[in-house]
């Protein structure tokens, strides 16, 4: 009973971190937008370059410090993440130019890949080896969305009333001076008696979780490379919707900037809904029928985007479904490395799949922004419908497929 307080305590604990230093880094940046392209005369397209540099940071820096888990203390690892992605959010408030947002976006992404993309994981990997891994996932990436039901509305409060610089440096140190001490006091690693052991007693159990292919082996299946190229087509399109709602609803249906903050609130409810039902699902019902579910969340999401413009009340909708969806780029990667390709060099295997979405997320709100910029926001959305299908197309064949080589 005492282990399982101490598995859940560190599940909240990460959940902590996801919430603020987290929630700060990654969740309030897209109401930012339509301030600083105003303040600064940038067009969208230019400043939605600092996710593109930002993710391509990331994917090119996560790798090398990747290689520290293990070798490194695990505190001085989540400290030195949260350091760089608040006080690169803090610097915000001190940027003027293009190049100046672009290089605190660097850092603030690689911080975040740091201490959430591979840090979140590796300590609940560890506190749950097998059993109850999925659930445990969803509730830590939880944090980010309870999180933000309340930065949401701070933060649209903040940037009507208090303007842009003022809003990112205070952010930035809440962001640094919340997350130091939680780390330094509560981050850890569980001794041997501290969590369940792995049970392998039943030829069944053996049979439904083998360890699986290593990384050198899987890397020679062409659909661990399928399922990698439609994670970056699907990526795309997560990549536009999480950063570029507030632009739309503020910018092209004029709506205020209170009534933006709500739809972001709602959105934050049903992102705490969706990352523990998600994990739930995935400990449940397996990979395979849980991308599709998401697949229709993402679609009903668009579609409620494209005729929002009749209809503003469909800006909820958005909020509902998009939310739910959740699960799908914050704990499928982690959960898929190892339920689809194997356990045996989960970690490498997780590091491939997340370039292959940190690629796709690094270009895909610039080129919704050149598309919007050209053609409108309806084209736009249409663009992202079109990545939804094929992606998730991509990925449940090549899902299926390898569960099938697997079974044999």
């Known amino acids: 009973m005492n282990s399982d307080r101490k598995n859940y305590f560190i599940i909240f604990v990460c959940m902590f971190l996801q919430a603020v230093p987290f929630g700060i880094a990654q969740n309030v940046q897209p109401l930012f937008i339509p301030y600083v392209i105003e303040e600064y005369s940038f067009s969208l397209a230019s400043f939605s370059l600092i996710f593109t540099i930002g993710a391509l940071a990331a994917a090119v820096f996560a790798p090398f410090f990747g290689k520290l888990f293990g070798k490194v203390h695990i505190k001085a690892i989540f400290a030195l993440g949260t350091t760089l992605s608040s006080l690169g959010f803090l610097a915000y408030g001190f940027a003027k130019t293009l190049p100046q947002f672009y290089f605190y976006s660097a850092v603030v992404q690689t911080g975040c890949a740091i201490f959430s993309g591979l840090g979140v994981p590796y300590v609940i990997n560890h506190w749950f080896p097998k059993e109850g891994r999925g659930k445990a996932l969803g509730m830590a990436f939880a944090g980010g969305s309870i999180g933000n039901v309340f930065l949401q509305q701070i933060t649209s409060y903040m940037l009507a009333n208090k303007g842009i610089g003022y809003s990112y440096i205070l952010l930035g140190l809440i962001a640094l001076v919340s997350s130091l001490p939680v780390i330094l006091l509560f981050i850890k690693l569980p001794e041997k008696d501290e969590v369940r052991p792995v049970e392998e007693n ?172 050209r053609f409108g926001f309806s084209i736009g959305w249409m663009m992202l419908l079109g990545c939804t299908v094929v992606g998730y197309a991509l990925l449940l064949l090549s899902v299926k497929k390898v569960k099938m080589q697997r079974s044999v």
């Open 202 to 373: 039943s030829k069944e159990d053996k049979a439904v979780q083998p360890q699986g292919p290593s990384a050198a082996e899987m890397k020679k299946n062409p659909f661990f490379w399928v399922f990698g190229i439609a994670f970056a087509i699907i990526s795309i399109s997560i990549s536009a919707l999480s950063t570029q709602y507030a632009t739309y609803f503020t910018g092209e249906l004029k709506l205020s900037s209170g009534l933006v903050g709500t739809i972001g609130s709602v959105f934050a409810v049903f992102c705490l809904l969706g990352n523990v039902l998600g994990g739930i699902l995935f400990d449940k019902i397996g990979s395979l029928k849980t991308m599709s579910i998401s697949f229709v969340l993402q679609a009903i999401a668009i579609v409620a985007l494209l005729f929002s413009p009749n209809m503003y009340g469909l800006a909820f909708l958005f909020s509902a479904t998009y939310g739910l969806n959740v699960f799908s780029y914050m704990a499928a990667p982690a959960f898929m490395a190892s339920d689809v390709f194997g356990k045996r060099d989960s970690s490498v295997k997780l590091a491939i799949i997340k370039l292959f979405f940190a690629v796709g997320f690094a270009f895909g709100s610039t080129l919704f922004g050149a598309v919007v910029d």
